[in-house]
């Protein structure tokens, strides 16, 4: 018998670092009454749902417990951080083989049970796992959503404040692209409280306007590298940014985020799954709109959207063993 849909209830595939401190931000945020961790070490499951749950005392009621993909047929939304962990010196695309093989596994669980939520795809490179993902679950793609550069977007606003002395939620400006080494900043858009971002650093700062920039987009492309370098992982920060976008699906906020989805002839780019700005509610992205770029950012989007086309080209997403052994 089919479960309706919880629309408070939240499952959490994967308990690694990004999973566990996933789940911790979401208890904070009282945004779910229910919370499912699944994990393939069932033990680590437990131990986190029971850890996390011990502060529930000062948080919002909530039911947290290590599930099973049974848990998937109900929730609103199934958050996906299982994968291969990013080593230093390794980019995100070369975890790309590892991590499609364990998609293919976990999609095919999540298909079975006939998964009537939101799927939220964060582990990387979370472009490619994307496009698997809509590939293989046969879900509308409104409803298959990658975490994609809502995080590097933080960062970006983050750093920008920091040079400029100014709130980071007054800066508006967005990555777009590939969640890697080909993204792009959205720069000719780029404003502080409806002030040209140029302008406004002329206020704040001295020196080249174009130095500046140049020094922040290599800082925002680094980050990762410079925190798994120092401390193996980086988690904190795409935990919020997780919880951002489960806040505008829970609230229907109607919010516009820069999350990854299948692009569908925007700037000329279609069939490959990369992050521009979307409207994010109750059913996932409502729509995908088409910031206005300048002739080079346009540019380097295509080229952004040229590299992942050709790694998801080199994969093969042919029958998963979990499938194979259904059939069987």
Same mark, same amino acid.
């Given at each position: 018998?089919?479960?309706?849909?919880?629309? $408070?209830? /939240?499952?959490?595939?994967?308990?690694? !670092?990004?999973?566990?401190?996933?789940? !911790? %931000?979401?208890?904070?945020?009282?945004?779910?009454?229910?919370?499912?961790?699944?994990?393939?070490?069932?033990?680590?499951?437990?131990?986190?749902?029971?850890?996390?749950? @011990?502060g529930l005392? !000062?948080?919002?009621?909530?039911?947290? @417990?290590?599930?099973?993909?049974?848990?998937?047929?109900? %929730?609103?939304?199934?958050?996906?951080?299982?994968?291969?962990?990013?080593?230093?010196?390794?980019?995100?695309i070369d975890?790309?083989?590892?991590?499609?093989?364990?998609?293919?596994?976990?999609?095919?669980?999540?298909?079975?049970?006939?998964?009537?939520?939101?799927?939220?795809?964060?582990?990387?490179?979370?472009?490619?796992?994307?496009?698997?993902?809509?590939?293989?679950?046969?879900?509308?793609?409104? $409803?298959?959503?990658?975490?994609?550069? /809502?995080?590097?977007?933080?960062?970006?606003?983050?750093?920008? +404040?920091?040079?400029?002395?100014?709130d980071p939620?007054?800066?508006?400006?967005?990555?777009?692209?590939? @969640?890697?080494?080909?993204?792009?900043?959205?720069?000719?858009?780029?404003?502080?409280?409806?002030?040209?971002?140029?302008?406004?650093?002329?206020?704040? +700062?001295?020196? #080249?306007?174009?130095?500046?920039?140049?020094?922040?987009?290599?800082?925002?492309?680094?980050? %990762?590298?410079?925190?798994?370098?120092?401390?193996?992982?980086?988690?904190?920060?795409?935990?919020?940014?997780? $919880?951002?976008?489960?806040?505008?699906?829970?609230?229907?906020?109607?919010?516009?985020?820069?999350?990854?989805?299948?692009?569908?002839?925007?700037?000329?780019?279609?069939?490959?799954?990369? +992050?521009?700005?979307?409207?994010?509610?109750?059913?996932?992205?409502? /729509? $995908?709109?088409?910031?206005?770029?300048?002739?080079?950012?346009? +540019?380097?989007?295509? %080229? #952004?959207?040229?590299?992942?086309?050709?790694?998801?080209?080199?994969?093969?997403?042919?029958? #998963?063993?979990?499938?194979?052994?259904?059939?069987?």
């Open positions: 018998m089919k479960r309706e849909v919880n629309n $408070r209830k /939240v499952a959490i595939i994967g308990c690694g !670092f990004v999973g566990a401190t996933t789940a !911790f %931000a979401l208890m904070e945020s009282g945004l779910f009454s229910e919370m499912a961790l699944i994990d393939v070490d069932r033990d680590r499951a437990e131990g986190e749902a029971l850890d996390i749950s @011990h005392a !000062f948080a919002s009621p909530m039911e947290i @417990h290590a599930g099973t993909y049974d848990d998937v047929e109900n %929730a609103s939304v199934v958050i996906v951080t299982a994968g291969a962990a990013q080593k230093p010196g390794e980019t995100r975890l790309v083989n590892k991590n499609v093989a364990i998609y293919k596994g976990i999609i095919a669980e999540i298909k079975k049970r006939g998964c009537k939520g939101i799927l939220l795809v964060v582990s990387n490179p979370v472009d490619v796992l994307t496009q698997v993902t809509i590939q293989l679950s046969g879900l509308p793609q409104n $409803r298959v959503i990658g975490s994609g550069t /809502v995080l590097d977007s933080g960062r970006l606003k983050q750093i920008i +404040s920091e040079r400029l002395d100014v939620r007054n800066v508006h400006v967005g990555v777009l692209g590939e @969640h890697g080494d080909s993204e792009l900043i959205a720069w000719s858009g780029a404003h502080v409280a409806g002030i040209p971002l140029e302008d406004f650093f002329n206020m704040r +700062s001295k020196g #080249s306007y174009e130095e500046f920039r140049t020094e922040v987009t290599d800082e925002v492309r680094n980050s %990762a590298y410079e925190i798994i370098d120092k401390k193996k992982a980086t988690y904190f920060g795409i935990a919020m940014a997780i $919880r951002r976008i489960c806040a505008c699906i829970v609230r229907d906020e109607k919010s516009v985020l820069p999350v990854s989805t299948m692009m569908q002839g925007e700037y000329g780019i279609d069939g490959v799954a990369l +992050s521009t700005p979307c409207v994010l509610g109750k059913n996932g992205i409502e /729509v $995908r709109m088409s910031p206005s770029l300048n002739y080079l950012e346009q +540019s380097q989007l295509k %080229a #952004s959207a040229a590299t992942l086309k050709e790694i998801v080209a080199g994969l093969d997403l042919g029958t #998963s063993p979990a499938q194979k052994a259904a059939k069987e």
